[in-house]
């Protein structure tokens, strides 16, 4: 499991750095004078903002992974409190 998360989190910290790295060529880059690199700037916006909506993405999917574990967990401490109470009641109640 633990794997899985590692490498998820490695992918999405790349694509990250792809889209920081996409953003500063965009801030650095001069006036585009020719239709070619107007068009070319364009893919790179969408690439970026696509590139931000899956990290949102899997920011929003990682911590639905947080909150199921947490609630699996809570759900696991209650079980053993009430599977330990009737026992004890039922044994020591009947003495």
Do not use: P
């Amino acid at each position: 499991m633990t794997s899985k998360d590692e490498f998820s989190r490695d992918r999405a910290a790349i694509r990250c750095a792809r889209a920081t790295m996409l953003l500063y060529s965009l801030s650095s880059s001069r006036t585009i004078d020719t239709a070619g690199e107007k068009q070319e700037k364009g893919e790179t916006r969408r690439e970026i903002e696509d590139l931000k909506r899956k990290l949102t993405m899997e920011k929003k999917k990682m911590n639905r992974i947080k909150l199921c574990g947490l609630m699996e967990l809570l759900l696991l401490v209650v079980l053993v409190l009430l599977l330990s109470t009737f026992f004890l009641v039922f044994f020591l109640g009947s003495t």
